[in-house]
Antibody
Framework: QVKLLQSGAALVKPGASVKMSCKAS????????VSWVKQSHGKSLEWIGE????????NFNEKFKGKATLTVDKSTSTAYMELSRLTSEDSAIYYC????????????WGPGTMVTVSS | DIQMTQSPASLSASLEEIVTITCQAS??????LAWYQQKPGKSPQLLIY???SLADGVPSRFSGSRSGTQYSLKISRLQVEDIGIYYC????????FGGGTKLELK
């Protein structure tokens, strides 16, 4: 069965960076896009961007360009997102999810990684 | 960006009642619309895609429809396990989500 296993919660200081992971199993990792979605506490969902593991191609929400960096390790079927220059506005739960090109329908989601930015 | 406006923001309904949630797109998105359910402390789950197609494993009491740029999610007979927050999402361009509808039991 399809699973997306995400790394654990992180507490980071303002100005620092954080890198989180999303390990996929149960499907061919290189056949689907991996997207990242932000959910601030009690709020709606924001699409950050996506990466296609087969080629490394990425697309971003303009708002997150320069904030998020997406990479993959095909050998371990793992996607990564690094967030830089963190502020309190980056405190949120971050989900990885997959979609089948060319459709932006997210059929499986990871459990989320909670990031707290605090000094 | 395409804006998705959901209504109502919250809704209280009784078991077995018919529930309808709507989502208005700021421009034409065709049938590129999905609905998700999020239960407390859980990840969102895909319910509907292509505005009207039921995702795998989703009960048939859920249905989606479209009228122009307005989209609706209908739960034909509300069950206790349907409680949660519902989001629409446009898939026509860089994805954007509605603000959510919190569904509670009356």
């Amino acid at each position: 069965q399809v699973k997306l296993l995400q790394s654990g919660a992180a507490l980071v200081k303002p100005g620092a960076s954080v890198k989180m992971s999303c390990k996929a199993s149960g499907y061919t990792f290189t056949d689907y896009w991996v997207s990242w979605v932000k959910q601030s506490h009690g709020k709606s969902l924001e699409w950050i961007g996506e990466i296609y593991p087969n080629s490394g191609a990425t697309n971003f929400n303009e708002k997150f360009k320069g904030k998020a960096t997406l990479t993959v390790d095909k050998s371990t079927s793992t996607a990564y997102m690094e967030l830089s220059r963190l502020t309190s506005e980056d405190s949120a739960i971050y989900y990885c999810t997959r979609s089948a090109a060319p459709y932006w329908y997210f059929d499986f989601w990871g459990p989320g990684t909670m990031v707290t930015v605090s000094s | 960006d395409i804006q998705m406006t959901q209504s109502p923001a919250s809704l209280s309904a009784s078991l077995e009642e018919i529930v309808t949630i709507t989502c208005q797109a700021s421009q034409d998105i065709g049938n590129w619309l999905a609905w998700y359910q999020q239960k407390p402390g859980k990840s969102p789950q895909l319910l509907i895609y292509g505005a009207t197609s039921l995702a795998d494993g989703v009960p048939s009491r859920f249905s989606g429809s479209r009228s122009g740029t307005q989209y609706s999610l209908k739960i034909s007979r509300l069950q206790v396990e349907d409680i949660g927050i519902y989001y629409c999402q446009q898939a026509s361009s860089a994805p954007t989500f509605g603000g959510g509808t919190k569904l509670e039991l009356k």
